[in-house]
């Protein structure tokens, strides 16, 4: 099956957008996603291995949390799963002072 | 039925001459036609951030003649601002985005009504701002204002036409809608600080925020007319790179804190707190390399307290015949020679033009044995932008 991966996680997959995976189920298929990614499974998985509330995962076109056996649904070849994390874009840094004064130092120290 | 966010009333405003020859295409689709455009006219719509997302928004919402917009930003304009942030010029930079946004908009639409508030959107203020509009759009750029539009929506019962941008991808929805999902039941939590990176940091497609904005502006145009099939329970992604546009199901989460069944949140929160940026996780947030990042306010606001600050600017001669700040001047490169001129037993606060240098610096006398240094960040620029405008930008 395709995993689709968002812009925020792809530094942790080489920079690609979508990942193929053989598993019999949703869990499974992030099982394989993550197996030698540790950075990425920090980022999707918390401590006891429960996918994080502010990631959301779709089969297809719905939300896992709302499928009938959850991450124990099962997956065809043919379906994808897409993972959408927050994001809090919209225009210039400004209203949390200190995160936006960090940001433009950081910006500054790469130039 | 598609809902429609200015309830029927007998006293919508009469169409003048003037508006009939502006808005003719309109009027004559039939989605729209007299009834259609007098809605627009008697709308209220709140666009909160005139930046990336809200340029756009707010130049679409003016043209399609919606009758009064409010803008919430207390932001200036900035020259990065420009690649994507449409409703300013070149020659507004350092000018308040209200102000530049308000004349382009009444350039475009004279009888526009625009309000502005000159602030950052608050729990304490939000209810009172929201309240007065019919439908809020928005387009800000960090979580807690994004929970706290969220909540202030919910609890108002005004939806919320939702856009958000990274790099090349894009989010759209309409939440907080009448029985649709709201964004808590989309994200029941915000990620942690530091986790997700910012525009700022991440970077952004200019085009992306013209793009999902003027979405945002279909979206809250069909609210008002009760037209066509609204964004509600559903998320838009967008992904420019590949022009490719996907749609996701959103359900509304009966266990949602504050649209469920047994909402837990009836009031707005504090959401700096909500979302993990309390000030320990935010001290620690800003340790970079181990040196303290404090903000141009920190500093402020020690220097007004009488606290004992060692301010060290490190940039060049020349850059401080332009401007500064008060601090010591040692260049650069001359720091290693001249420690003795820097106190060890007291705090020492470097600084240069955009905290860069100074990071270097603040680093450097760490390794000589300088217990307490930290670096301002944003440096005289930040001052100059959020403190005292009549420091000049270089």
């Not at chain 2, 029927?8 to 009834?35: C, K, N």
């Amino acid at each position: 099956m395709t995993i689709i991966i968002p812009t925020p996680l792809r530094q942790y997959v080489g920079g690609q957008s979508k990942i193929e995976v053989a598993a019999p189920t949703v869990k499974g298929a992030l099982d394989a996603l993550t197996l030698e990614r540790p950075e990425l499974r920090k980022h999707l998985f918390n401590a006891e291995g429960k996918v994080r509330a502010f990631v959301n995962v779709y089969l297809n076109d719905e939300d896992v949390r709302y499928l009938p056996q959850k991450e124990d649904s099962a997956v065809m070849e043919n379906d994808t799963l897409t993972i959408i994390p927050s994001i809090a874009g919209g225009l210039q840094l400004s209203a949390l002072s200190l995160q936006s004064s960090a940001g433009t130092a950081d910006l500054e120290l790469r130039a | 039925m598609p809902m429609r966010a200015i309830k029927e009333s007998a006293t919508l405003p009469e169409l003048t001459p003037d508006d009939l020859s502006r808005y003719s295409r309109h009027l004559i689709l039939p989605e729209v036609g007299m009834e259609g455009q007098r809605r627009l006219k008697a709308a209220k719509v709140l666009c909160v951030g005139t930046g990336g997302l809200g340029s756009p928004l707010a130049f679409y919402l003016a043209a399609a003649g919606i009758g009064t917009l409010g803008l919430v930003d207390f932001d200036v304009v900035d020259a990065s601002n420009l690649q994507r942030q449409i409703i300013h010029s070149t020659k507004d930079i350092g000018r308040k985005k209200l102000d530049s946004a308000e004349e382009k908009l009444k350039a475009l639409n004279p009888a526009l009504n625009v309000v502005k508030h000159e602030t950052m959107l608050t729990s304490a203020n939000a209810l009172e701002i929201l309240k007065d509009y019919d439908v809020v759009a928005d387009g800000t750029d960090n979580f807690p204002t994004r929970y706290l539009v969220n909540d202030a929506c919910v609890l108002l019962g005004k939806p919320n036409a939702y856009g958000s941008i990274f790099r090349f991808e894009g989010q759209c929805s309409v939440f907080a809608a009448e029985d649709g999902p709201c964004y808590r039941c989309l994200y029941p939590e915000p990620p942690p600080p530091g986790l997700v990176p910012s525009c700022a940091e991440g970077g952004v497609l200019g085009i992306l925020p013209g793009l999902v904005g003027v979405m945002q502006a279909t979206e809250v145009i069909k609210l008002i007319l009760g037209k066509g099939e609204p964004l509600i329970g559903r998320l838009l992604l967008i992904d420019a790179l590949n022009m490719r546009f996907r749609e996701l199901k959103l359900r509304k989460n009966p266990e949602c804190p504050v649209c469920g069944t047994n909402p837990t949140v009836t009031q707005l929160i504090d959401y700096q707190q909500f979302c993990g940026i309390t000030a320990a996780a935010q001290q620690e947030a800003n340790l970079k390399n181990g040196i303290p990042q404090i903000s141009v306010q920190e500093l402020k606001r020690r220097i007004d307290a009488g606290e004992d600050v060692q301010l060290i600017d490190v940039r060049e001669p020349w850059e401080a015949q332009i401007a500064q700040i008060g601090g010591k001047l040692i260049p650069q490169n001359d720091v290693p020679n001249r420690l003795a001129e820097i106190d060890r037993d007291r705090e020492v606060v470097v600084h240069c033009k955009g905290g860069g240098r100074s990071q270097r610096i603040a680093e450097f006398l760490r390794q000589q044995g300088y217990e307490r240094v930290a670096n301002l960040a944003g440096g005289i620029g930040a001052w100059s932008n959020d403190i005292d405008p009549t420091v000049p930008k270089y």
